[in-house]
């Protein structure tokens, strides 16, 4: 039933009207909870995200996370982004509109927290980081031939004390390298040394899912090396 309902106000254009209200009304609270409620029950279907992509809804997003200081807030804003970054149109407009950024700044301020709220909010934020890179013009654009600040600071994720960033990093590392010439210049610079490290740290705790994402990030750095 509520699949028929999302599909019906697909079709009658009502996202690019919540798209609009958001944009005027941003500073009216209750109006803008609102239109993020209805991003989040439409935003997980494939014919909803299309439409999205045709709207300033990145823009939007962004411009209203930028303001956001509380958890809750900033917590309801990722539960739309997070859906609408599958779509490879919508992450490299998320990537101009700026959320790269904020990401990196929250990553910044929560990681060497120990408040649950910090925690919630570093994950959230590398596990959309990841999620970005997975579209081919969005990982381009933010990698800038390894000159790009944000592979810079992802690179630093890898020999952190945090594990999530441990794994987010090396799954970035891993997005990064489908492509060959990204490949070339990340192992002409040391990466697979810094991955190898990585793997002989979780030798004693154990932690499979970083080695799983480590060795990921050596798979696919490997893979350029086969085809010469």
């Known amino acids: 039933?509520?699949?028929?309902?999302?599909?019906?106000?697909?079709?009658?254009?009502?996202?690019?009207?919540?798209?609009?209200?958001?944009?005027?009304h941003c500073q009216n609270a209750a109006l803008t909870e609102m239109c993020l409620v209805a991003f989040g029950n439409l935003a997980e279907l494939e014919s909803s995200k299309e439409q999205f992509a045709y709207t300033s809804i990145a823009e939007e997003l962004v411009k209203l996370f930028k303001k956001q200081i509380e958890h809750d807030k900033k917590e309801m804003i990722f539960e739309v982004l997070a859906p609408l970054a599958e779509n490879d149109i919508i992450k490299l407009q998320l990537v101009e509109a700026?959320?790269?950024?904020?990401?990196?700044?929250?990553?910044?301020?929560?990681?060497?927290?120990?408040?649950?709220?910090?925690?919630?909010?570093?994950?959230?934020?590398?596990?959309?980081?990841?999620?970005?890179?997975?579209?081919?013009?969005s990982m381009q654009k933010l990698f800038e031939g390894g000159k790009g600040?944000?592979?810079?600071?992802?690179?630093?994720?890898?020999?952190?004390?945090?594990?999530?960033?441990?794994?987010?990093?090396?799954?970035?590392?891993?997005?990064?390298?489908?492509?060959?010439?990204?490949?070339?210049?990340?192992?002409?610079?040391?990466?697979?040394?810094?991955?190898?490290?990585?793997?002989?740290?979780?030798?004693?705790?154990?932690?499979?899912?970083?080695?799983?994402?480590?060795?990921?990030?050596l798979r696919n750095l490997a893979i350029p090396a086969k085809r010469k």
């Open 149 to 217: 600040s944000v592979f810079q600071r992802v690179l630093l994720w890898i020999p952190s004390n945090n594990h999530q960033l441990q794994l987010a990093g090396a799954l970035a590392i891993a997005n990064f390298a489908r492509n060959d010439g990204n490949c070339i210049h990340m192992v002409d610079n040391g990466i697979v040394q810094k991955l190898m490290d990585l793997l002989d740290r979780h030798v004693e705790d154990g932690n499979v899912t970083v080695q799983h994402a480590a060795l990921s990030a």
């Open 98 to 137: 700026g959320l790269v950024e904020c990401l990196l700044e929250i990553v910044q301020k929560t990681v060497d927290s120990d408040k649950e709220d910090d925690i919630a909010e570093l994950k959230t934020a590398s596990d959309l980081m990841v999620l970005l890179l997975l579209g081919d013009e």
């Open 1 to 24: 039933m509520q699949d028929t309902l999302q599909s019906q106000l697909i079709s009658m254009d009502v996202i690019p009207t919540l798209v609009k209200l958001l944009g005027i």
